[in-house]
């Protein structure tokens, strides 16, 4: 189980398990904001509380931005619509983890900003980001 809070600790997180990896996004809003997410679906693999603030980049977006109120902090993102299955794909923010819980989580490139593609591996891991 890997734990995640914002700033001033009223947003939490739970990843269960270990993440197969940490994606890098490229797209606007995931640089701007410099997050590593790792992704499963709401109250399954994920589970989130605390109030939070979203923000959708425009009508009809599949996903929201989930920000803590008080301190500002992107803790996770969601789909704003459920899958044919009722499920709903979530991701946290790891950089809201300790560093040792996920030091060693590869990093997944993805071209969010032009192809939309999955990129190589390129051997790094969260450390590489951090430390």
Do not use: Q
């Not at 109250?43 to 599949?62: H, L, Q």
């Not at 619509?81 to 499920?87: T, V």
């Amino acid at each position: 189980m890997i734990e995640g809070a914002c700033l001033c600790g009223a947003v939490h997180w739970r990843f269960k398990g270990t993440p197969d990896g940490a994606t890098a996004c490229n797209c606007t809003a995931c640089r701007r904001y410099g997050v590593l997410w790792a992704y499963d679906y709401e109250d399954e693999g994920i589970s989130v509380s605390g109030p939070t603030t979203a923000f959708t980049r425009r009508e009809n977006s599949p996903l929201g931005f989930h920000f803590c109120p008080t301190c500002g902090v992107v803790a996770y993102w969601r789909s704003t619509r459920p899958r044919k299955d009722g499920r709903r794909r979530i991701a946290v923010n790891l950089r809201l983890a300790e560093p040792e819980a996920v030091a060693d989580i590869p990093i997944d490139h993805f071209d969010g900003l032009v192809t939309f593609d999955d990129l190589p591996r390129d051997g790094r891991c969260v450390r590489d980001y951090w430390f």
